[in-house]
């Protein structure tokens, strides 16, 4: 009987531990949960600043602020535009230089055509 005893007590612990153990719902360190370091919730995700900003929201206070962030976007890309016809453009203008030395270096064309030409060329540059 002293048996028994001791041996439910032990199953009652044993139990009580597992169950404690399974309903807290607590983070543990794993691959993916380094120790000290949580993921972020889902609520977290949505109230980081970034998100906040792009909803347009901020402060608690709702602003409709998606216009000027299509505004925004829009105008980078046509900054990233100019910047590649730019290049495009001053490898055109490089290359015809280039040409024209080659037809002076020819005899086509005198040193006063060339410069002239040049010239005309390199303040497309500027």
Do not use: H
């Not at 543990?28 to 929201?57: C, H, V, W, Y």
């Amino acid at each position: 009987m002293l048996n028994k005893i001791k041996y439910f007590s032990a199953l009652l612990i044993l139990t009580v531990f597992s169950i404690s153990a399974v309903a807290d719902n607590v983070s543990r360190p794993g691959a993916n949960n380094k120790m000290g370091l949580t993921k972020k919730t889902q609520e977290e995700k949505d109230n980081s600043f970034i998100n906040k900003l792009i909803k347009g929201e901020y402060d608690g206070v709702s602003i409709n602020r998606n216009e000027d962030l299509d505004q925004i976007k829009s105008e980078i890309a046509d900054l990233k535009k100019q910047k590649e016809y730019s290049l495009n453009s001053n490898d055109k203008i490089i290359k015809q230089i280039k040409m024209l030395s080659n037809l002076k270096d020819e005899g086509i064309l005198t040193e006063q055509e060339f410069n002239d030409k040049k010239k005309l060329l390199l303040d497309k540059l500027k």
